[in-house]
């Protein structure tokens, strides 16, 4: 038995200095974050997001209408091989970028195969997405793989929850998603107000609360207050700005971020410098909201998860700093930068990564443009 020391911590958003915690063997860190980062809400299957220079859209119906995407999407997805490889990159991005948490939407048999293929990994939240469009699941379809899946999980590493796409695209399904997170014990998750006001019209469809379970808006670009709702906010900062320009105009409200593209912009570990950037507020309080935000809002337990860094908070928030140690529930899953497991570094699997994208479009190309 040894300790891990550290110059200064991140904890719980605080700032601490001379730090010591119990650890396997003696070893000296200059920053610690505990828990390490959440990043609450992640497509893996999102391999182009259809940018194109010089284009902002106002809001993402119109984004989802107008994209010129390269590759088709659901036929992606029905790829369950080349769809759990995108979501085991994920993954492994995740934890080499100090990520210890992260909910993951698209599909969900893919993400599971994805996770259960390694040994090194982060705390998951699986909020396979419903929606009333080709090639999209439904809540019983969900409920069948999540209860053909349940005994390779259990819910203090992993939780199966649901993703209601967005009121447009499956507000009659928000009511069948509550019962089902209800009685998965989990939460349901919906793309909101992105870029148009919605939270009156989540009333119409759900009422007031309290709710048969936990729901989750991500987005909430409006300056609307989702805990007058009954709802929690992840915000997603490094996708708004790409596709609006804009962001949430306020922290305030807000319980988490997400990468929303993690193959494309990387997770909140590795964009945290672009988090803080996109608020003007103390730093700390973003960096609460970056680590433990998103355990809270999932519910999920935190208990030996942590980021080791040499270099300081200025250099974090400075961009690109890389950490050397990653734990998940008192697990090493990164070790000397490279996952413990397999031994591979972030270049690597950004490499990986790389390779899986342009695999995606050969084997998935959009015929036409969808307008
Ligand atoms: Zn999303």
Known sequence: MGYIEAAEAVIYGRRVENVRIPFSRDEYYDLLIIPGFSDGHAHPQVVDAGLEPGVVWRDSYEWIEGRRLRVDEASLRADLGLSSRLAMLTFKRAILEGTTLIAVTGRLEANIRGWLSLSSRPRTVFLPTVMRRRGWATTETIAGIASRYSKYLNDVMARIGVFVHSIRYGGDMIRGALELARDLESVVGIHISEGVREMDLLDEYIGPPPYPSRIVGVHCLEDEDPQAHGIACISCPYSNMLLYRRTRPTINGVSGFGSDWPLLVGTIG??????????????????????????????????????????????????????????????????????????????????????????????????????
Do not use: C, Q, W
């Open 270 to 371: 590795g964009h945290i410098n672009v988090v803080v950037d996109a608020f003007n507020v103390d730093p700390f309080v973003v960096l609460r909201k970056a680590t433990i935000g998103g355990y809270l809002t999932y519910g999920m337990r935190h208990g030996g998860d942590m980021a080791a860094y040499d270099g300081g908070i200025e250099d974090l928030l400075g961009g690109g700093l890389r950490p050397r140690l990653v734990t998940v529930g008192g697990k090493p899953v990164v070790v000397e930068g490279r996952i413990a497991s397999t031994g591979e570094d972030l270049d690597e699997v950004l490499r990986g990564i790389r390779e899986a994208l342009r695999e995606a479009v050969e084997a998935h190309p959009l015929a036409r443009p969808v307008y």
